[in-house]
């Protein structure tokens, strides 16, 4: 049993060398059979991201760039291309009547708090409507110092910040060998990986560059699954080539499976607990610790008093009135916003801010608690 059995949240990545017929068109026969596959496999209530590359590809054809392209070149074609990639998704997703959603995301939107949070709550959103994101890298705007490099990398990326359970990175291989299989017959391949080691690391080649549109390689999935399993996503380097890869995938066809460090909740907690560094503090008084302790979201009111210069996405402490510190999250008002509505009920946000944003000043999800000093 593979781990899609019981994944509820999968994060699928496919790069151009699929998505790309000989033509240079977008290969429709293959995304409408990947759009059936994705339609059946929602069919009780499961989400699916979709991670996409094609966009530079189709793009240079309609612009008639030939050979290797600049930067300016590569973000004209991208401007060019991306209308047509998110058309050919959008036909494909017709006959089962799911509807898809553009999200361009840049490096700074999953790797800045305040633009994470902002990035997560659109994508959560789209899933909590029913629709499928389809992600691609913005890279009509992206430059050669500020970008992901390769689509596997961002898939990785946005699998963490949705807690995916699942990543499937579709390639043209059917996963990971211990020698590159095209050139060497006897390349044993490697159906499980526990631990990503050196000599996993060591195991991948170079770019796959036979097909002339793919930019990522061995080496680029595996550094996707160092990413995707730390934060609790098991990770599949499975074949995309031929229809309906992901139904292949599920009924046990060959591919390589990274397990997780840790359920992807779990791996997020600890991520809040100890990896960020806390730039203020909300001081609560006892129901709102009571609350917290007990698995709550934290409310302005309950809070007492907002301390530091944070904004909105950072990392706070949080206080009982004996100013312990009994957990730590992300929080959704800046610190003077926060600090105008503490003690507030719901009703009276508007009023005081001029919008308003909810009541969570610190939501459950986004809340790790302290253990106790001893």
Same mark, same amino acid.
């Given at each position: 049993?593979?781990?899609?059995?019981?994944?509820?949240?999968?994060?699928?990545?496919?790069?151009?060398?699929?998505?790309?017929?000989?033509?240079? %068109?977008?290969?429709?026969?293959?995304?409408? @059979?990947?759009?059936?596959?994705?339609?059946?496999?929602?069919?009780?209530? !499961?989400? @699916?991201?979709?991670?996409?590359?094609?966009?530079?590809?189709?793009?240079?054809?309609?612009?008639?760039?030939?050979?290797?392209?600049?930067?300016?070149?590569?973000?004209?074609?991208?401007?060019?291309?991306?209308?047509?990639?998110?058309?050919?998704?959008?036909?494909?997703?017709?006959?089962?009547?799911?509807?898809?959603?553009?999200?361009?995301?840049?490096? =700074?939107?999953?790797? &800045? !708090? !305040?633009?994470?949070?902002?990035?997560?709550?659109?994508? %959560?959103?789209?899933?909590?409507?029913?629709?499928?994101?389809?992600?691609? %890298?913005?890279?009509?705007?992206?430059?050669?110092?500020?970008?992901?490099?390769?689509?596997?990398?961002?898939?990785?990326?946005?699998?963490?910040?949705?807690?995916?359970?699942?990543?499937?990175?579709?390639? #043209?291989?059917?996963?990971?060998? =211990? !020698? #590159?299989?095209?050139?060497?017959?006897?390349? &044993?391949?490697?159906? =499980?990986?526990?631990?990503?080691?050196?000599?996993? %690391? @060591?195991?991948?080649?170079?770019?796959?560059?036979?097909?002339?549109?793919?930019?990522?390689?061995?080496?680029?999935?595996?550094?996707?699954?160092?990413?995707?399993?730390?934060?609790?996503?098991?990770?599949?380097?499975?074949?995309?080539?031929?229809?309906?890869?992901?139904? &292949?995938?599920?009924?046990?066809?060959?591919?390589?499976?990274?397990?997780?460090?840790?359920?992807?909740?779990?791996?997020?907690?600890?991520?809040?607990?100890?990896?960020?560094?806390?730039?203020? @503090?909300?001081?609560?008084?006892?129901?709102?610790? &009571?609350?917290?302790?007990?698995?709550?979201?934290?409310?302005?009111?309950?809070?007492?008093?907002?301390?530091?210069?944070?904004?909105?996405?950072?990392?706070?402490?949080?206080?009982?009135?004996?100013?312990?510190?009994?957990?730590?999250?992300?929080?959704?008002?800046?610190?003077?916003?926060?600090?105008?509505?503490?003690?507030?009920?719901? #009703?009276?946000?508007?009023?005081?801010?001029?919008?308003?944003?909810?009541?969570?000043?610190?939501?459950?999800?986004?809340?790790?608690?302290?253990?106790?000093?001893?």
């Amino acid at each position: 049993m593979t781990p899609l059995a019981s994944a509820r949240r999968i994060v699928v990545k496919v790069g151009s060398s699929l998505l790309i017929g000989e033509d240079g %068109e977008a290969a429709r026969d293959w995304l409408r @059979a990947l759009a059936d596959d994705i339609a059946a496999w929602r069919g009780d209530g !499961r989400q @699916a991201l979709i991670v996409t590359s094609g966009a530079v590809a189709l793009g240079r054809g309609a612009l008639g760039l030939k050979g290797k392209l600049n930067l300016a070149e590569k973000q004209a074609a991208a401007a060019a291309g991306q209308t047509r990639l998110m058309r050919a998704w959008e036909t494909a997703f017709e006959p089962p009547g799911v509807t898809v959603a553009q999200a361009l995301l840049t490096p =700074d939107d999953t790797e &800045r !708090r !305040r633009r994470w949070l902002n990035a997560r709550a659109t994508l %959560e959103m789209l899933l909590a409507r029913g629709a499928v994101p389809v992600i691609n %890298e913005n890279d009509t705007v992206a430059t050669q110092e500020l970008r992901y490099g390769d689509n596997d990398r961002l898939a990785a990326r946005v699998a963490q910040m949705v807690s995916a359970d699942a990543l499937v990175l579709l390639s #043209d291989v059917d996963g990971l060998y =211990d !020698r #590159d299989p095209r050139a060497h017959a006897d390349a &044993r391949h490697i159906a =499980d990986v526990r631990t990503i080691t050196p000599e996993i %690391e @060591a195991m991948a080649g170079g770019a796959n560059v036979r097909g002339g549109v793919g930019s990522g390689g061995m080496r680029t999935k595996i550094e996707a699954a160092k990413i995707a399993t730390a934060a609790g996503c098991a990770t599949a380097i499975a074949p995309g080539a031929g229809l309906n890869p992901l139904f &292949r995938l599920r009924a046990g066809n060959t591919a390589t499976w990274f397990a997780p460090a840790h359920a992807p909740k779990a791996a997020y907690k600890a991520w809040i607990a100890g990896a960020l560094d806390p730039a203020g @503090a909300l001081a609560v008084d006892d129901g709102a610790a &009571r609350a917290l302790a007990a698995g709550k979201s934290l409310l302005a009111a309950g809070v007492v008093e907002a301390r530091g210069r944070f904004e909105r996405g950072d990392a706070v402490r949080l206080l009982d009135p004996a100013g312990r510190e009994i957990a730590r999250g992300i929080v959704r008002y800046d610190a003077d916003d926060a600090g105008r509505i503490k003690g507030l009920r719901s #009703d009276a946000i508007e009023a005081a801010l001029g919008y308003d944003d909810g009541a969570v000043l610190v939501h459950a999800d986004d809340l790790a608690l302290v253990e106790a000093a001893s």
